[in-house]
T-cell receptor, first 115, second 109 residues
Framework: ETGVTQTPRHLVMGMTNKKSLKCEQHLGHNAMYWYKQSAKKPLELMFVYSLEERVENNSVPSRFSPECPNSSHLFLHLHTLQPEDSALYLC??????????????FGPGTRLLVL | GQNIDQPTEMTATEGAIVQINCTYQTSGFNGLFWYQQHAGEAPTFLSYNVLDGLEEKGRFSSFLSRSKGYSYLLLKELQMKDSASYLCAPMDSNYQLIWGAGTKLIIKP
């Protein structure tokens, strides 16, 4: 299953570093999502883009900055992160965005460790 | 508030049947999804129920009772590859998925 790809798969960064996570979907979908998954906790929705416009921002700290240049690509720019930001970051896409009962398809995630 | 309750961990034997329960409380309801997630991998879609009753899809079935706020995932003829976490996610009135923490299923030979 390569419908949604994410790079890098693993990332270790210091608190002063700047890095970016990349997501690409090859499904022709119109909506893309960023989730955070911490151990033994539910998935936390961070951002939603529909047709390249941000439609949801769930009180995420400004050290996380999303970018959606087109409907196939989604980035998450990281800056001055904290150790508690260490988690699995998952990207997902769906045919339509919020307001529909569409199934979301996930990428394999980026395992982030902040030292 | 919105709440999802599913067991943290379950153990079952290869070849057997296991039922993973999920109870939920959401603001409105637009169906319920089940996903499977192997360790270190992407969650993958298993089923979607929006009406009451049982939906069967091969070895996996999913049941929904909207009046009880209850769903279960039934896995038959368990295989070792079924060892994974199973995520219950109802969709609220805003079409937002409300995720449970997942049930880790361990299959033993």
């Amino acid at each position: 299953e390569t419908g949604v790809t994410q790079t890098p798969r693993h990332l270790v960064m210091g608190m002063t570093n700047k890095k970016s996570l990349k997501c690409e979907q090859h499904l022709g979908h119109n909506a893309m999502y960023w989730y955070k998954q911490s151990a033994k906790k539910p998935l936390e929705l961070m951002f939603v883009y529909s047709l390249e416009e941000r439609v949801e921002n769930n009180s995420v700290p400004s050290r996380f900055s999303p970018e959606c240049p087109n409907s196939s690509h989604l980035f998450l720019h990281l800056h001055t992160l904290q150790p508690e930001d260490s988690a699995l970051y998952l990207c997902a896409s769906s045919q339509e965005g919020p307001g529909s009962q569409e199934t979301q398809y996930f990428g394999p995630g980026t395992r982030l460790l902040v030292l | 508030g919105q709440n999802i309750d599913q067991p943290t961990e379950m153990t079952a034997t290869e070849g057997a049947i296991v039922q993973i329960n999920c109870t939920y409380q959401t603001s409105g309801f637009n169906g319920l999804f089940w996903y499977q997630q192997h360790a270190g991998e992407a969650p993958t879609f298993l089923s979607y129920n929006v009406l009451d009753g049982l939906e069967e899809k091969g070895r996996f079935s999913s049941f929904l009772s909207r009046s009880k706020g209850y769903s279960y995932l039934l896995l038959k003829e368990l295989q070792m590859k079924d060892s994974a976490s199973y995520l219950c996610a109802p969709m609220d009135s805003n079409y937002q998925l409300i995720w449970g923490a997942g049930t880790k299923l361990i299959i033993k030979p």
